[in-house]
Structure formats: structure tokens, C-alpha cells
């Protein structure tokens, strides 16, 4: 492999931004890359999904994941309350949260809609189901 590739190389993977080329967008400025990023309307620099499905908790309230936030995820939702459940989290730091009235207004606030934007599902603009 010759230097300049390796350089290029080394500089994708160590800093996400092409070393010819310049930075790669990050619309939401958490230092991930949109095509990375698992929520890439709001930023997120840890990257928390804690239901694995590749849309990132701060854009996903839709617990059963079938594909939008309805009735059916405030019914699992309302249990968790004053919880530590971490996938009903949707303020960072994720990791020993506490489902509070702040989370509550997010699920409130997206509730009709579909999870996502999320870079991570193939550059789809919603998160699988």
C-alpha cells in the first residue's frame, strides 16, 4: 500500500474525515458523520440505541418497532416510569438515566411520527422496523 493511501486510510477511520477531500457532513455537529450516525436530526456523540435497531434513542420512541410512535408505545412506556430503563431514555447520558418527565415530552413530542433520520439504516430517513 502506498503512503498516501495509507494516510488517507488511517485519517477515515481515526478521524471520520477524508484526508484529500475535507470533512464529511454532520448535520446535527455531534462529530459523527450523517452516513454514521444513528440519529443525525439531533446530536448524539454517544450514539445510544438501546434497542439495537440502528436508529439512535434520541430519535426513536417507538418501543414495539413497527415503524411510528402510537397508543401501543405509551402503553409500554408508562411502566417504565421513574425507572431506569434505559431504552424508554431519550436525554444523554443514556447510560443510569431515569425515565423522567423530560423523556416523557419526547415520546409526546414525536408521538404520530416515525423514528429516525438515521444514517446507519442504509440511507434510508427512517429506522427499520
Known amino acids: 500500500m502506498n503512503r ?8 477515515l477511520l481515526l478521524w471520520g474525515t477524508p484526508a484529500l477531500g ?5 448535520s446535527d455537529g455531534d462529530g459523527v458523520s450523517d452516513s454514521s450516525d444513528n440519529c443525525s ?8 440505541d438501546t434497542d439495537s ?5 434520541l430519535c426513536d420512541a417507538d418501543y414495539d418497532n413497527n415503524g411510528s410512535h402510537g397508543f401501543t408505545d405509551f402503553g409500554l412506556f408508562a411502566p417504565a416510569f421513574g425507572t431506569n430503563d434505559e431504552e424508554m431514555c431519550h436525554i444523554e447520558p443514556i447510560p ?4 423522567t ?3 416523557f ?5 414525536n408521538f404520530g411520527g416515525i ?3 438515521s444514517g446507519t439504516t442504509a440511507g434510508t430517513i427512517e429506522c427499520p422496523l
Open 4 to 11: 498516501t493511501l495509507f494516510a488517507a486510510t488511517m485519517a
Open 22 to 26: 475535507g470533512p464529511l457532513p454532520d
Open 41 to 48: 436530526d439531533a446530536a448524539n456523540p454517544g450514539q445510544d
Open 53 to 57: 435497531d440502528d436508529c439512535g434513542n
Open 96 to 99: 443510569g438515566c431515569t425515565v
Open 101 to 103: 418527565f423530560a423523556d
Open 105 to 109: 415530552g419526547f415520546y409526546l413530542g
Open 115 to 117: 423514528p429516525g433520520p
